[in-house]
């Protein structure tokens, strides 16, 4: 079946980086489009980053470019998504999905706070 697992979530201060991965299985993930997404209290999920099946085509959100970088490894079969500058608005539960057909991961928690 297919399974998402998302991990690499934390505390951190503002300034500081984390780098998200998500491990994919019960699929041909070679083959398919990836995103991260990101929901904070009280607020709609929102897209992050979404990167293409071959990693040649990626795209972010206006909030997180610049600071973010998504990328894939089609042999570990894993997605990543590297964070810098920390934010406290970037504090939400993170999300790895895949675009097609829909299937999301169970989300890793991301609090940036001093």
């Known amino acids: 079946q297919v399974q998402l697992v998302e991990s690499g979530g934390g505390l951190v201060q503002p300034g500081g980086s984390l780098r998200l991965s998500c491990a994919a299985s019960g699929f041909t993930f070679s083959l398919n489009a990836m995103s991260w997404y990101r929901q904070a209290p009280g607020k709609e999920r929102e897209l992050v980053a979404t990167?293409?099946?071959?990693?040649?085509?990626?795209d972010y959100a206006d909030s997180v470019k610049g600071r973010f970088t998504i990328s894939r490894d089609n042999v570990k079969n894993t997605v990543y998504l590297q964070m810098n500058s920390l934010k406290a608005d970037d504090t939400a539960v993170y999300y790895c999905k895949r675009m097609y057909p829909g299937y999301w991961g169970q989300g890793t928690q991301v609090t940036v706070s001093s």
């Open positions: 990167i293409s099946s071959t990693g040649g085509s990626r």
